[in-house]
């Protein structure tokens, strides 16, 4: 009899609304719901139309890519494409509806008409949508909003379906009531990936009498869950649900109720039944979490995110996404737990802010809860993005997982991932919680795992905990030993930090520290020891930090960590370093570890390039194994034996047709120590200039038994010391040699030679020395040279691409060293181009460049970008002779920071071989008039290397005419020189064949003309 009383007041319950009267109020409150009134004039804005007694959002003239507007059923549109037939609500005499659409964005596009003073009662909202396209990222803007706060219903979840909505909404007091139709878009997606939205047959009814079904249904669900109580602990839920009961009752069974009365006991009895069903939950969870820690993880909803389906959503299930947190699959966040997880990203140097993830979890024991994470903030040194549980929040800074311990006090707990003011790229995956007391003793431990190797015989890990009742005992595997066996509560309470020790020798798989007390669950460090691992010692192994630790000195353009090699070596460890050039190139990719014991050591390393690898070696130290058969990647492996200190180890391109290489998965074991005799340095060569007199180097030494001696092979080349005892301390951890340059000392010059280390029985090291002394040579006229190296001995500082290389001796014309171009092509990739980068332009300045140039089979160019406007100065073609070019540009008035280069692209360059050397760029002055000039007598002209060359003085900086004739007055050249208080030069670079020849220059009106002879 029960069971049908309780299934007739559900029938009742559900269709009681059906037996209220509703007053169909449409017409008296709204305007045009039924979209039958046309649009009046044309496109106010973009494609969107006025719509008669409705207003659009946003304001005209903000979205591009748009259409809103009245349509005809089934016209055929050519933004919206074939609007639908009618198979609304309503068919008679109905013939338009409302069509609209945005697409790229994120945007949001909407009608909305309010109503002023809507009067006290119970209404219904009711319309007709309909969606024509896929919907992405999108959410619904069709409702109603009352007092700022909107209600909407959702659209059609099926396309080319009409949906009939229903929303009921009640007034206690006249308010005004905004009626929306429309939605909002937060995916940047194009035409074919946004939804056509159409409506229509907006109405709204108001009920005649108060309305008791709601109240009704809440009854039914109250009795019949007093009807049959679950457990609850020792709660007044129940009495308070009885109470609620009663006084709905008396409302319900009053036929002279007022709405707000009936409102009220809605309110209450949706409010006790909430409670006993929370309370009902709660009671479960304390009864089944009695094994503490309890992981209770699986109260979050989603908590890696694996509800995502593809890259770039933003709507996450069971969490709030304030920001625009996006799905992402890809392998750059390592914490990444599954297929997905969530990020926000933009270039470097931007910042994030103003980002929150959060959940709210309900219905849980009060207690102390531990909340973990994965979270990347970059760059590491940012901070102020945070892993939060309630008040309590953990900083993110280094890529980690990261835990809080938080106590819950009123049966609800918010966890999540804020931004406040974040850097570039944030990320955050795998929340996992743990319940850990409920009052009882408890014990937490980080880390919870600890590794130890050659590098590091000792690690710290921290206790902390709460209502012990007895101190608690700490225990270590063999091998281990801790600093503190026994801690008392008020010292668990504070919080201790432990220090254990590995005695370097035991091998230790999964051990166990454990933490024990009276009441409490152990807390475990789990202990693993490879007393031969030495990987520790290279930074950043698997490149799960960028290329941070490494360094290559390939000519590759691209040098960065990529994803796109996930197989053999590579596979499941992206990303890994990458090299790629257009065309194949040499160089090392390498890092220096430090501190490393003597001994011997297996280095291997992953190694990838795309034409098999040939002439590729793997090396540590000056010991080295080739790489053969990487097209796809593979391991390859060297033994090395240093006297400790540090070790250069890396790959080494020396040759070979690879233009794309990689290395990923470095690692370093050590195989034992060695009773031989052995020396390290630290530097493979060395070079001085005139600017640089001064270096050092670290040698290390084990097992001696005689003295090192050092000694240069080159002039004004210094060692000291000179001579080191085989007892000397310092070699243990590296002993610093100090090597200076005097360019006075007789005999120095532009030299190479050695620095030549020996000792009885060790094979010598040899360190490669090189000196430039520049000076005999060359005088620079700059006092700010923008040049970072005008002597060309690296390219180190200078950026550019293409077939370029420092070359020494001979083919220099100064010094040591020049730069040589031996491109292939007049394009990139196989041209070439050395260009310094980030030079500051300076607004209507005068800049002056001078270098010496051999362009040996055609022309090439300087090439100045950003100066407003662009200037390239073109270098003919000087065949074996180093020509000085010597050539003054003024910038513009709105100059940006950008480059100046030297290459054989721009100015219709045709030459392919070239060398550059004494190279200076430098700020004159500012643009003025030269007012006058000195004495004719200070007018000069002479031929060197075959063209014609002008000399003059000026008073001060300015600009005067220059022109080349022949003896019959032909002109040959003519150019508006830009020139400098003080001695000038410009070299007229046409081909010219004996004869005599005519240099005017005029400023002011005032010529002075010369004449030189070829």
């Known amino acids: 009899m029960k069971k049908t009383y309780l299934l007739i007041m559900a029938f009742l319950a559900i269709f009681g609304g059906l037996w209220a009267q509703t007053t169909d109020v449409t017409a008296t409150y709204l305007t045009n719901a039924d979209f039958e009134t046309t649009p009046t004039g044309v496109t106010v804005d973009n494609t969107i139309y006025d719509v008669p007694g409705w207003g659009e959002t946003p304001a005209a003239g903000v979205l591009n890519y748009s259409k809103l507007g009245t349509l005809a059923y089934e016209e055929v549109n050519t933004v919206l494409g074939t609007v639908p037939a009618n198979g609304s609500s309503v068919t008679d005499a109905n013939t338009s509806l409302l069509g609209l659409k945005v697409h790229w964005g994120p945007a949001t596009l909407s009608l909305s008409q309010t109503i002023v003073n809507l009067p006290a009662g119970k209404y219904t909202l009711t319309w007709d949508s309909y969606l024509a396209q896929v919907v992405t990222s999108q959410s619904s803007m069709c409702g109603y909003i009352i007092d700022e706060v909107a209600t909407y219903d959702p659209l059609p979840t099926t396309v080319d379906t009409w949906k009939n909505h229903s929303l009921t909404f009640t007034l206690l007091t006249a308010k005004d009531v905004t009626i929306s139709l ?53 709660s007044t839920v129940y009495t308070d649900l009885d109470a609620a009961i009663t006084a709905a009752q008396l409302v319900y ?137 309630n008040e309590v929040k953990a900083e993110i800074f280094t890529t980690d997982d990261y835990t809080i311990t938080v106590t819950v006090t009123n049966n609800q707990l918010e966890i999540g991932y804020e931004v406040v003011n974040g850097g570039n790229y944030v990320a955050v995956d795998n929340f996992r919680l743990s319940y850990i007391s409920d009052g009882s003793p408890y014990l937490l431990v980080a880390p919870e795992n600890m590794f130890f190797d050659l590098m590091t015989s000792t690690r710290t890990f921290t206790i902390n905990g709460g209502n012990l009742t007895a101190n608690a005992t700490l225990t270590a595997p063999d091998g281990v030993t801790l600093d503190k066996t026994s801690l008392t509560p008020a010292e668990v309470a504070a919080g201790i930090t432990v220090t254990a020790t590995h005695d370097g020798t035991t091998a230790i798989a999964n051990g166990e520290i454990v933490i024990s007390t009276t009441g409490a669950t152990n807390s475990i460090v789990t202990v693993n020891a490879q007393p031969d691992n030495a990987t520790s010692a290279i930074v950043n192994p698997n490149f799960s930090n960028g290329t941070t630790g490494w360094t290559a000195t390939t000519t590759a353009q691209n040098k960065t960590t990529a994803t796109n090699q996930n197989v053999g070596a590579f596979e499941g460890t992206m990303p890994f370093y990458e090299n790629w050039n257009a065309s194949a190139y040499t160089g090392k990719i390498y890092q220096v570890v430090n501190n490393l014991p003597a001994g011997r050591y297996l280095l291997k390393m992953g190694v990838f390039a795309n034409n098999g690898g040939e002439g590729l070696f793997v090396y540590g130290d000056s010991y080295e194994t080739a790489v053969s058969n990487a097209s796809v990647p593979a391991f390859f492996e060297v033994e090395f034996v240093t006297p400790g200190g540090s070790a250069e180890i890396g790959l080494n391109i020396k040759s070979g047709t690879n233009n794309w290489v990689g290395i990923d998965n470095v ?30 180097f670290t040698l290390t030494g084990a097992n001696l038994t005689a003295d090192v001696s050092l000694v240069s092979s080159v002039a004004g080349v210094t060692v000291l010391p000179a001579t080191i005892s085989r007892d000397d301390a310092e070699l243990v951890a590296g002993k610093t040699i100090t090597v200076t340059f005097d360019p006075a000392a007789e005999g120095a010059g532009s030299l190479t030679g050695t620095i030549t280390v020996s000792t009885a029985g060790v094979d010598d090291k040899v360190i490669a020395v090189a000196t430039s002394k520049d000076s005999e040579c060359f005088t620079p006229l700059g006092s700010v040279n923008l040049i970072p190296d005008p002597y060309l001995n690296t390219l180190a500082p200078f950026a550019g691409w293409g077939h370029k290389s420092v070359v020494t001796g001979a083919e220099a014309y100064c010094g040591l060293s020049a730069v040589k171009f031996e491109a292939t092509t007049n394009t990139w990739p196989d041209g070439a181009a050395l260009d310094v980068n980030g030079i500051v332009w300076e607004a209507n300045s005068i800049y002056r460049v001078r270098a010496m140039v051999k362009s040996v089979d055609g022309t090439f160019a300087f090439y100045a970008k950003g100066t407003n406007p662009d200037v390239t100065i073109s270098i003919a073609q000087s065949n074996d002779e180093w020509v000085l070019i010597d050539q003054t540009f003024t910038t513009g ?42 004495n004719a007598s200070k007018l000069n002209a002479y031929i060197q290397n075959g063209r014609v060359v002008a000399n003059f003085e000026a008073n001060i900086d300015g600009a005067a005419e220059l022109a080349l004739y022949n003896i019959q007055g032909v002109e040959l050249a003519k150019v508006n020189a ?25 400023e002011n009106n005032i010529t002075t003309a010369v004449k030189v002879v070829k």
Not at 187 to 199: D, E, H, K, L, Q
Not at 904 to 931: H, Q
């Open 893 to 934: 008035a709105a100059p940006t920071t950008n480059f100046f280069s030297f290459n054989n692209v721009d100015g219709a360059s045709t030459g392919k071989v070239a060398f550059i050397d004494n190279w200076e760029l430098f700020k004159v002055g500012p643009t003025t008039s030269v007012s006058s000039l000195k």
């Open 667 to 696: 690692s370093l074991k050590y195989l034992g120590a060695v009773s031989a005799p052995l020396t390290s340095v630290s530097a493979t060569n060395m070079l001085f200039t005139e600017a640089s007199l001064s270096k050092t």
């Open 253 to 389: 069974d009053n036929a002279s109720a007022t709405l707000a009365e009936v409102v009220e006991q809605e309110a209450a009895l949706t409010s006790a039944i909430a409670a006993v069903n929370s309370t009902i939950i709660i009671e479960s969870r304390i009864s089944t979490w009695t094994t503490l820690p309890y992981d209770v993880t699986s109260i979050i909803v989603n908590p890696s995110f694996e509800s995502a389906t593809a890259n770039g959503q933003t709507n996450h299930t069971g969490w709030t996404n304030v920001g625009g947190f996006k799905t992402q699959n890809n392998t750059s966040f390592t914490k990444k737990q599954g297929t997905y997880y969530v990020e926000q990203w933009k270039s470097a140097g931007g910042s994030w802010t103003g980002l929150k993830l959060s959940q709210v979890i309900k219905d849980i024991p009060n207690g102390i809860y531990k909340l973990t994470a994965g979270a990347l903030n970059e760059p590491t040194t940012t901070g102020g993005a945070f892993v939060y549980a």
């Open 182 to 234: 429309g939605y909002n878009k937060t995916a940047n997606v194009g035409s074919t990936s946004s939804p056509i939205f159409f409506a229509d047959n907006v109405k709204l009814l108001k009920f005649d009498q108060v309305d008791k079904t709601a109240l009704e249904a809440l009854l039914v669900t109250a009795n019949t869950m007093k009807a049959d109580p679950q457990p609850v602990g020792t």
């Open 978 to 1002: 830009n020139v400098v208080k003080g001695q000038n030069q410009y070299t007229f670079n046409a081909e010219l064949p004996s004869g005599v020849y005519v240099i005017r220059m005029s």
